[in-house]
Structures are given as C-alpha cells and as structure tokens.
C-alpha cells in the first residue's frame, strides 16, 4: 500500500519565479493538506483540501494557492517566489483520525 | 493565537531511561492530540494520537493527556539510540471533521548509549 507521494524531491527557483509542487494522497484518504516546515519550526498549515475545494485556509497570502483532483491527488502552488518561501514543503493526507505526511519537498529561493 | 508550546531542547536521556516528552496548548476546545517523530532530513511520522483524558499505550510509547490542565505528554520507555529525533506535538483546530493542526516547534531528543 503506496503512502503519501511527493514530488519533487528538491527544487531550486529564483526570486519571482512560480513553483508547482505535487502530491498524491495514501490509498483511501479523501483530504490532503500542505504543510510548510522552516528549518528548526514545527510545520505550518497552508490550506485543506476535500472534494476539491479548500475546505480550511491557514495565514499565508494569496500567492499560494492549491487545487485537488477527482482522483484526490493535490497541487501547490507559489507565485511571486521570496527568499523566505525556502522552506521543506509537507503534502499529509487524512481520513479520519492523524494525518500522514509525505516525503517533502525541499525548495530553496536564490 | 492559539499556540502550541513545547521545550525546544535538547534533551538528554540515558539509553534504557524513560524520556518525558511535554507540550502545552492554548485552546480549551481542542478535541485531538497528535505526537508525531520527525528523522533529521526525514519528514513527520505519526506516532501517538489521543483524544480522551487519560494515559494511551502502545508498545513504549504512552501518550498522556489532560484537558483541564491543557497538557499533553509522552513518554518513551527503556530508550533506545533510534529513539533520538525531533518530536512534535499537533493540536487539532479543525471543525466539522476538518483537521487543522497546529504544531509546537518540536523538543529535539538525544538519547545517549
């Protein structure tokens, strides 16, 4: 049974750029959220997604924006890069009870 | 703001010691609880969860939780080298079966041979 699947691995942009970042839920789950990791924090929510709307949002500006498929499967989306968007990018997919991370994706902004 | 407090760490534990893990919570309606173990590279694995007042086992790990005092805890008995990692403990903010977790910024464990 797949887990949760990220991909990229690792990504470098540059101040400006656009990123799309992609992940695929754990067989069986239904909701993926994104998560933002800076090195030494504990992650941060992004937003939810659940029958392909955003179900919750957490404090980050417009320039993230996501979109979830019939088949569950998830996008990010940052436009506008900053340095400080460098960060590990966490997709975790639920259906009731804990949520299960991906491997990540590690983004860094030059 | 509602916050999840850990203690950063470090926090040194002999091998075969119990470490005691802590985390508090700001915010009395939290219904779900979450311990989760975060490798160096490596993302969050989901270790504990709990969600009445109590102790849960299971295995070495015991997840602790008071909401009167908003408290939560683990504790990991007989320690092992693989036990050193960052874990973090995850509040749920989410409403009407939506998760929204809210994360402490995770008390980096060392357990010593």
């Known amino acids: 049974d797949a887990g949760v699947t990220q991909s990229p691995t690792h990504l470098i942009k540059t101040r400006g750029q656009q990123v799309t970042l992609r992940c695929s839920p754990k067989?069986?789950?239904?909701?993926v959220s994104w998560y933002q990791q800076a090195l030494g924090q504990g992650p941060q929510f992004i937003f939810q997604y659940y029958e392909e709307e955003e179900r919750q949002r957490g404090n980050f500006p417009d320039r993230f924006s996501g979109h979830q498929f019939p088949n569950y499967s998830s996008e990010l989306n940052v436009n506008a890069l900053l340095l400080g968007d460098s960060a590990l990018y966490l997709c975790?997919?639920?259906?009731?009870?804990?949520?299960?991370f991906g491997p990540g994706t590690r983004l860094t902004v030059t | 703001q509602k916050e999840v407090e850990q203690n950063s760490g470090p926090l040194s534990v002999p091998e075969g010691a119990i470490a005691s893990l802590n985390c508090t919570y700001s915010?009395?309606?939290?219904?779900?609880f979450f311990w989760y173990r975060q490798y160096s590279g490596k993302s969050p694995e989901l270790i504990m969860s709990?969600?009445?007042?109590g102790d849960k086992e299971d295995g070495r790990f015991t997840a602790q939780l008071n909401k009167a005092s908003q408290y939560v805890s683990l504790l990991i008995r007989d320690s092992q080298p693989s036990d050193s990692a960052t874990y973090l403990c995850?509040?749920?903010?989410?409403?009407?079966?939506?998760?929204?977790?809210?994360f402490g910024q995770g008390t980096r464990l060392t357990i010593n041979p």
């Open positions: 995850a509040v749920n903010w989410g409403f009407q079966g939506a998760q929204k977790l809210v």
């Open positions: 915010d009395r309606g939290s219904q779900s």
């Open positions: 975790a997919s639920s259906n009731t009870g804990g949520e299960y």
């Open positions: 067989s069986g789950h239904d909701t």
């Open positions: 709990i969600y009445s007042n």
